[in-house]
């Protein structure tokens, strides 16, 4: 049972003003995927994918403020901002689908805004039968950054980081791989200092700096929100790794099991 989060900023080209797919990048990984199924059975080990939003998904959520509170009267452009922002979302979704699916990847696609509510940007439900019952029949379930309704706020911005490690949590999934477009956790910026060095593994958010250790902002919390998640995985005993999907192979290979370059995010060992 293994979660592959693609990081938006893999798929799409996320600083384009206009929504933009990085198709070499999707088609490369779609080949991966496909290379890596020929020796694993999806029925009886599932793979489920999770994919961020990049430049589909953020400019809306940020120009309509999705999450933060508002009065009523602001309220019916505030349903815009959502239908805007989660058919942008999903318009990625059926690209990134529809090239797995000429690859001969039986992918399945979960709009969680159907499928999930949140109270204050957590999730608080999440319909995980459906999800389940696809893993057991062989499909590849492809889940996405999303819009939802929030009990306490009406609307909110449920990130693909959040959706993960809900799903591993409760459905005992037993390696978590991350593809974004960096090595991994660095001890600063790499875009921004030389000497950035790759910290291979980490196990508390309190060595870092968020000033520091971003590499990009958005309106879910980038790099360092990333990290908030996967350690509080890593205490619930699920290891995950972060990894830089823009070299050929390393998602295949990190699927296969195999040592590749990046961060491990692991418990705390105490002694």
């Keep these: 049972m293994i979660i592959l989060k693609l990081g938006g900023s893999i798929l799409t080209e996320k600083d384009s003003l206009k929504p933009k797919v990085n198709l070499e990048n999707l088609n490369r990984i779609a080949i991966e995927i496909k290379d890596f199924l020929k020796d694993h059975d999806l029925k009886n080990n599932g793979l489920l994918i999770i994919h961020g939003a990049g430049s589909f998904g953020h400019p809306y959520a940020k120009e309509y403020e999705i999450g933060e509170p508002f009065s009523n009267e602001v309220y019916p452009s505030k349903r815009i901002g959502f239908s805007l ?48 019952d696809y893993i057991s029949q062989g499909f590849l379930p492809i889940l996405y950054g999303d819009v939802v309704l929030d009990d306490k706020l009406k609307m909110a911005v449920i990130s693909g980081d959040q959706i993960l490690s809900y799903l591993a ?75 830089n999907a823009q070299i050929p192979d390393l998602i295949k290979n990190a699927l296969k099991g195999k040592d590749v370059k990046g961060t491990v995010i692991k418990a705390k060992i105490i002694k």
């Design 169 to 243: 949590k409760n459905l005992k999934f037993k390696k978590v791989i991350l593809g974004t477009d960096v090595d991994g956790v660095f001890d600063k910026n790499p875009n921004l200092y030389d000497g950035a060095k790759l910290i291979t593994s980490l196990n508390s958010i309190k060595d870092l700096s968020q000033e520091h250790s971003t590499t990009n902002v958005d309106v879910t919390g980038a790099m360092f929100g990333k990290i908030q998640e996967l350690v509080e995985l890593a205490d619930s005993g699920i290891e995950s790794k972060i990894i």
């Design 85 to 132: 922002t989660h058919n942008s979302v999903n318009e990625l979704n059926n690209i990134i689908s529809e090239i797995f699916i000429e690859n001969k990847l039986p992918v399945i696609s979960i709009p969680p805004s159907s499928s999930i509510k949140s109270f204050n940007k957590r999730i608080s439900y999440f319909n995980l039968d459906l999800i389940k």
